[in-house]
């Protein structure tokens, strides 16, 4: 083995100072091995060493990292015996470089540290962003790349979840030249465990045999793990060989082996090989169980008989896991994986020392303490710079916009691809697989599935909004976790629990670091004051592309809230259409809000109209927002509400829209003056972007207990009815306008868009 250089350890993203604390915490060099198992473990990726002091805003987070340590993913309890586990992961890098195998492994990965909790996979979600699809907004040769890159993603989460049997169920996507070259690919899963199965990732018990399951290690993903935790550059595509291959079938296999093996009882402890393969699972479940492990490389199955110790301990090939039974009760698992056709064999054991050793070929590869893998990763606390364009932002004023035909500016969002339809996407997705789902993609703010075992129903969404994050971080954490809570309070669910996706550029930037810190200060405070925890999740920085010049571009900071809430009885999930009958329509906001910049800054008419990304959303109501979580179920519950949708991008123009296009007819909404207070621009009442603003639809004979019932938090509004006409109309009293357009004609311009 040749000495370990300078240049060595930099190009595998470790600094002098971190090599000079790994020599002093060993007390010696480390082998090449060791090397490379730290500077995996030691990556932002898998070491949070920018985000972890930021991360313990966090009650959930701070816990854990203050005890035990995190396990694969959160549990919440909702009653009849169940828990529901939730998380979200990216593989944004991967996705860049190999965009079908990259959203592939990306589904597996996430489903792995799902069931690998003991919980059965039934749902899975997904929120992405791509660079602009539309030709003329950036140059051709991009947008057929941006195109290209969304074809090949979808097709990679359709073609592993259709395969896995898990449905994916929600999403979102939307796009922005600053993802040209960085695509955020985030997958999230959603499972069910009995309360007192849930698995541990922990390893414990001396001389208790350590078993390798799974599909054999092979060379793809070598520093996956590495590769996540640094910039892109205009080489991206040399970066093919760090891109994991999927095998949809094996997973399958895996999940129903895992669960199945599970049950015997005979499994202390359980981790997925996700990033950084072997060294995590084998070092993370050490340090967590306070012990050490001794394993031999040449049991482990590979592809390729001449793979060295190195390669085998950072390849990241998917579909394995690693798992500590019970001593003298190791052939009841491998006896279940044999069953299911997959690897199962013995490659060490646990020890008491704290110790990792690992051997090949009878030589010494590892021997170190595994805490210094897990927690010896040193941590940083950037200090943040306000940008000097934030202050700017807020001096903005929606005046200085030219109102141009409103009906036109209608029909250019309800056409924009963020708010276009995404059937093209969602129809490629076995969405009914599991025959569970209540609730299907886009009939309602949310999904619904209704698992085997319960009443209940489960209601999950994924959110974010980076043109509102970009213009105010702290508002815009609030605003997506407010948002998703939203959607689920739409279809009838109560929220219980969050997982966050946070997507940013490089942290060692002090303006970058203040936007992290900002949108997780307010996601922070927007889960405490709902109490809803945020239980998982993942941080995902360097998503910023070098380039030659010198130049680089970082994308839009880009915070995805993902949430699972539970309905009492699924069959009474609602959806934004109404069916044939009488039907009222009523508008509901909070009772203070504050209409900053007239809700034009930061909104999407703005940006897709009037040509400005210029000012600043406005920051929600969390008392208003709380109200809503509780008041909309309890509606729903009583039979109460025929609908609900709430008021995002494009504003309330487009959310009539898309109620009148769910239920195949049209509307008639006369806003009031008192609706509309504070308002004095007629496209802000249209297409400004409100939170906590909702339209609920109902019966006649409901009108009265949904209007006397509104807590003191809201205001709600009567503003018209489902009309049998084929118009959707939008008179606005105070602002003297009326919006008329044809259905047929918003429909056009909704499926329009050509997204795939």
């Known amino acids: 083995m040749g000495a370990i250089t300078p240049d060595l350890y930099l190009s595998m993203g470790l600094t002098h100072e971190e090599y000079r604390l790994l020599t002093e915490q060993m007390g010696r060099e480390p082998r090449m091995t060791e090397l490379g198992m730290i500077s995996v473990m030691w990556s932002e990726h898998c070491g949070y060493k920018y985000s972890r002091p930021v991360l313990a805003y966090f009650a959930e987070y701070k816990k854990a990292i203050e005890g035990e340590g995190l396990e694969n993913a959160g549990v919440v309890p909702i009653g009849d015996g169940l828990g529901v586990v939730l998380k979200v992961e990216s593989h944004n890098h991967p996705s860049a470089v190999e965009p079908y195998q990259g959203a592939a492994t990306g589904v597996g990965g996430i489903i792995r540290d799902i069931f690998t909790m003991g919980a059965r996979p039934v749902a899975l979600l997904n929120s992405l962003r791509f660079g602009s699809i539309t030709p003329g907004q950036e140059d051709e040769a991009t947008v057929a790349r941006n195109r290209h890159l969304l074809e090949h993603v979808v097709a990679g989460i359709a073609g ?32 069910l465990v009995k309360t007192d199965e849930v698995a541990s990732a922990s390893a414990k018990g001396t001389g208790n045999p350590v078993i390798y399951l799974g599909s054999a290690t092979g060379r793809d993903g070598i520093h996956g793990a590495s590769f996540a935790s640094v910039e892109m550059d205009e080489e991206g595509e040399d970066k093919r060989p760090n891109v994991q291959i999927g095998d949809p079938f094996a997973e399958k296999s895996l999940i129903e082996a895992t669960l199945e093996a599970l049950q015997t009882g005979a499994i202390v402890g359980i981790q997925d090989m996700g990033a950084a393969g072997l060294t995590c699972s084998i070092t993370e479940m050490s340090a967590k169980g306070g012990v050490g492990m001794v394993v031999d490389l040449d049991k482990v199955p590979l592809r390729d008989p001449s793979m060295t110790g190195y390669e085998i301990m950072l390849s990241e090939s998917q579909e394995r896991m690693l798992a500590v039974t019970h001593p003298g009760r190791e052939h009841e698992v491998i006896e279940v994986f044999q069953k299911w056709g997959l690897p199962a064999v013995v490659i060490g054991h646990v020890t008491d020392d704290g110790w990792v050793r690992i051997t090949r070929h009878g030589h010494i590869e590892v021997e170190m303490p595994a805490d210094i893998f897990a927690d010896g990763c040193p941590t940083y606390y950037q200090t943040p710079v306000e940008p000097a364009a934030f202050l700017q932002r807020q001096g903005w004023n929606p005046d200085d916009l030219i109102a141009p035909d409103l009906n036109q500016a209608w029909l250019t969002l309800m056409s924009h691809p963020d708010v276009a339809s995404k059937e093209n996407i969602y129809r490629q997705y076995d969405h009914q697989v599991q025959a569970h789902t209540a609730l299907v993609p886009g009939v309602g703010d949310a999904a619904v ?19 509102w994050t970009m213009a105010d971080p702290f508002a815009g954490g609030q605003l997506a976790t407010a948002e998703v809570c939203r959607n689920l309070a739409c279809v009838g669910a109560r929220p219980v629990a969050l997982t966050d996706g946070l997507n940013f550029g490089n942290p060692q930037r002090p303006e970058v670091f203040w936007q992290f810190e900002r949108a997780v200060r307010g996601i922070a405070d927007a889960s405490e004051e709902f109490r809803v925890p945020v239980v998982s999740g993942n941080v995902s920085f360097y998503n910023e592309t070098k380039y030659a010049d010198g130049s680089t571009l970082e994308i839009l900071p880009t915070p995805m809230m993902g949430a699972v809430g539970v309905l ?3 069959e009474n999930r609602i959806g934004m259409g109404v069916g044939a009958g009488k039907y009222q329509l009523a508008l509901v906001r909070p009772t203070g809000t504050e209409y900053v910049q007239q809700g034009l800054g930061a909104s999407l008419y703005s940006w897709s109209v009037c040509s400005t990304e210029d000012g600043v959303p406005c920051r929600p109501d969390l008392d208003a927002e709380q109200a809503l979580q509780t008041w909309l179920p309890e509606l729903v519950a009583q039979g109460k509400l025929a609908a609900a949708h709430d008021v995002s991008d494009g504003g309330l123009a487009v959310t009539l829209a898309e109620m009148a296009m769910a239920s195949g007819r049209g509307l008639m909404a006369v806003l009031p003056s008192a609706a509309t207070e504070g308002l004095h621009r007629a496209d802000a009442v249209a297409f400004g972007e409100f939170p906590g603003w909702v339209v609920v639809a109902y019966s006649t004979e409901n009108e009265q207990d949904v209007l006397s019932s509104c807590p003191g938090a809201l205001a709600i509004f009567p503003i018209g009815e489902m009309s049998e006409n084929l118009d959707v109309v939008v008179h606005m009293d105070d602002q003297g306008t009326t919006l008329t357009q044809p259905l047929g004609e918003l429909k056009r311009a909704y499926h329009q868009a050509g997204i795939l």
């Open 160 to 191: 592993y979840g259709n395969c896995v049997g898990v449905p994916t169920v929600a999403g979102e996507v939307n796009f922005h030249p600053r993802y040209s070259g960085n695509p955020l690919v985030n997958a999230m899963c959603v499972g």
């Open 449 to 467: 599935i209704a698992p085997e075992g319960t009443s209940k129903g489960l209601a999950t969404k994924i959110d974010g909004n980076a043109r």
């Open 568 to 570: 009492e009885r699924a």
